[in-house]
């Protein structure tokens, strides 16, 4: 089966098929999927072979520097005057000083100079923009610039995907069916469909639906090893991951002292990895911003007045299994800001992601065939992120049980999301649609039985219901 898939796979697709085999190989996995994709399909194209791979993990390992590589890499540039480095490049405004202040992470340099004609041309550089760049290394032109180290981005060609044809993989749905697209979308995503039940390749792609569809909250809670945050850091090119720690208002919002946008303006998701273990520097205040914000979108914060954002917030964190059907457990290994009625009840759906496998073996449970280049697929979703099935959904579904304004809302946007990933071209049956809307409505259940949990005055138990109508 798996070669028939293959095969239809690179007749529909053939511009943005790669083979995942190749992808997996560590040499290569050193940078985000979404990058090494690009890289394959630039610097291969159809030969994806054992000599595409060395090829490029020798080009890698030239522009790319490992941790303990840092100063060789300083010293080249310092002797030779200019450096061709391959590097996540990020700027931001310094408006005191007219000047955009670029950032290399590798090189751990984060006051560079760059030409203002690049960030023109690239404006995703604000968010961080992978690609090569040309650096020169110019004390005595740049000595008296402000005191930034002088290093200057003269030349940069990106990496990710800024034109994608959108229609192909709204149009390519047709040649497929459910089955097929569903393994389809998890090979693209780098696991074997062979793996997992239909089911567990329906809860898998529901991580999703965040970066398909806008302000959407999701909770997911399961033992390590299950893949959580690998979607999110290799697929999702939107994406800003905070693996625990301090966040600041300021961090996550609106920095007042340099008057720029917090995270939430500048990515499709924000990930809140290991949630038993984030903290936050003024709790009550970013507890209280984050519960307006995951109502409809807009917040402020000092001088931003009633700014909007798109950006979905997705909360993962570890739990043994045999605790998680365990509201109790579940709600005690929540941090304290979650256990709070008023802020589950904004989550839309939880994911049970106990009931996933681990992925231990890589030949058992990585993806060996063809799919979707990451940065394509990546930048699709962002791209169907401005339409929304809503009307789609209330044509074909009724909803049954003791429905809140919350419960429909959060069903809805489920669904909507679930939709565009699982039926782009909107074409479908009724008994597809019934079987997504079983996995949604779960979702939000879930959610419903941790609120009782935490009061059950408020929120006694129910199990909500919904159907296809005839």
Request: glycine share 6%; with cysteine; charged share 30%.
């Amino acid at each position: 089966m798996q070669s028939s898939l293959d095969a239809k796979v690179k007749r529909v697709f053939s511009a943005v098929a790669i083979n995942k085999k190749i992808s997996n190989n560590a040499s290569i996995a050193r940078i985000p999927r979404y990058i090494s994709e690009y890289l394959i399909n630039y610097k291969c194209g159809d030969r994806q072979d054992a000599s595409c791979v060395s090829s490029l993990s020798k080009y890698i390992e030239r522009l790319y520097p490992e941790p303990s590589e840092r100063d060789l890499f300083l010293s080249r540039l310092k002797e030779d005057g200019r450096l061709k480095l391959l590097d996540e490049f990020k700027v931001r405004v310094d408006l005191k000083n007219n000047a955009y202040v670029l950032e290399i992470p590798s090189l751990q340099i984060f006051d560079a100079h760059v030409r203002d004609e690049i960030v023109k041309e690239n404006e995703r550089m604000f968010s961080g923009l992978w690609g090569v760049g040309l650096l020169h290394y110019a004390p005595d032109a740049l000595r008296d610039r402000r005191g930034m180290t002088p290093i200057i981005l003269e030349d940069f060609r990106p990496f990710q995907a800024s034109h994608v044809d959108v229609d192909l993989f709204r149009e390519g749905r047709r040649s497929f069916s459910l089955d097929e697209w569903r393994d389809l979308l998890l090979t693209s995503i780098g696991l074997n469909p062979e793996a997992y039940s239909p089911l567990q390749k329906t809860l898998l792609l529901s991580r999703l639906i965040p970066a398909i569809e806008a302000n959407v909250n999701l909770l997911e809670l399961g033992p390590r090893a299950t893949g959580k945050t690998f979607l999110y850091r290799n697929t999702v090119n939107y994406a800003r991951i905070y693996a625990g720690g301090m966040i600041t208002p300021a961090r996550l919002f609106f920095d007042a002292r340099l008057s720029i946008p917090g995270d939430l303006a500048l990515h499709d998701i924000i990930v809140f990895d290991e949630i038993s273990r984030v903290k936050f520097s003024n709790p009550d205040e970013l507890a209280s911003k984050l519960k307006d914000y995951m109502v409809d979108g807009f917040f402020e914060r000092g001088a931003l007045k009633r700014a909007h954002s798109t950006c979905s917030l997705v909360f993962v964190g570890n739990i043994d299994v045999e605790k998680a059907e365990d509201v109790g457990a579940v709600l005690g290994y929540l941090p304290g800001f979650m256990r709070d009625s008023a802020f589950l009840d904004r989550i839309h759906g939880f994911i049970p992601g106990w009931q996933l496998p681990k992925i231990m073996k890589s030949y058992v449970s990585l993806a060996s065939g063809y799919g979707l280049a990451s940065d394509y697929l990546a930048e699709v979703l962002h791209r169907f992120r401005s339409e929304s099935a809503d009307g789609i959904v209330s044509e074909h579904f009724e909803f049954a049980g003791n429905y809140t304004i919350r419960d429909e809302r959060a069903v809805k946007k489920l669904l909507s999301g679930m939709i565009k990933l699982f039926f782009p071209n909107y074409e479908f049956d009724d008994r597809e649609l019934a079987e997504l809307a079983s996995v949604a409505v779960d979702l939000r259940n879930r959610v419903c039985r941790l609120l009782a949990g935490i009061s059950p005055e408020e929120f006694p138990e129910k199990r909500l219901s919904i159907r296809v109508r005839g």
